[in-house]
Every structure is written in C-alpha cells, then in structure tokens.
Nanobody
Framework: QVQLVESGGGLVQAGGSLRLSCAAS????????MGWFRQAPGKEREFVAG????????LYADSVKGRFTISRDNAKSTVYLQMSSLKPEDTAVYYC???????????????????WGQGTQVTVSS
C-alpha cells in the first residue's frame, strides 16, 4: 500500500499561482505512476495531469495545458503540481493518485488509479 498526503492548497486571486505537493509513503515511490485530479462542487472528479514513474512522460487536460506543470522528485517521494495563471474555474478539491507501474503510459482515468489522497482545497477568487 501507499499513503498519499496533499498540501499547498489555499485561496488565491485570479492570475495567481500555487504549488501543490503530494507526499507518498509506504512503498517504493518510483514504482508508481502519479496523477492529479480535481472535483468542483456538483461536478465529477476529472483528470488534471499525470506523470509516469520516471517522470519521462506527462499529460495534461486541455483546460490546464500551458498553465499547470506536473513534476516529481523520486528521492523525496513527492509529486508536485505547479499551477499558474489560475482562473476561478480552477476552484476545486485537488487529489493526487497513484498506481503501480505496469506499462509505460500516463494514466488518465479514475479507474486506473488504485491509491488516493484526501484532497486539498484550491479556491480562486475573481
């Protein structure tokens, strides 16, 4: 098993930036593909960004492409989501997710991820 704890959420004005962190513990972090999802009130949880175990491949939702950057530090067992040019529609609870490496592909759907963090709230004011 792997445990995931997100941090870094908060309240920010539109146009601002935040960096989310997700610290993993319990198993060898480098064995896991990682992803960030978000869920706004009344909406389904959606994919935001994903990264393979080595960091060699990343993928982004169209809505965040060019504004968000996912990265990982396997030595620190942490995955990051750098968010810039934030918009009010980015307001949501952000979750990190992990799944053990099986093939070299960025995972983009909820069902592909086995482990989830508890989420961190991001609120963007207009």
């Amino acid at each position: 098993q792997v445990q995931l704890v997100e941090s870094g959420g908060g309240l920010v004005q539109a146009g601002g930036s935040l960096r989310l962190s997700c610290a993993a513990s319990g198993r060898t972090f480098s064995r896991y593909h990682m992803g960030w999802f978000r869920q706004a009130p009344g909406k389904e949880r959606e994919f935001v960004a994903g990264i393979t175990w080595s960091g060699g491949s990343t993928l982004y939702a169209d809505s965040v492409k060019g504004r968000f950057t996912i990265s990982r530090d396997n030595a620190k067992s942490t995955v990051y989501l750098q968010m810039s040019s934030l918009k009010p529609e980015d307001t949501a609870v952000y979750y990190c997710a992990a799944d053990e490496y099986k093939r070299i592909v960025v995972l983009t759907t909820l069902l592909e991820y086995e482990y989830w963090g508890q989420g961190t709230q991001v609120t963007v004011s207009s």
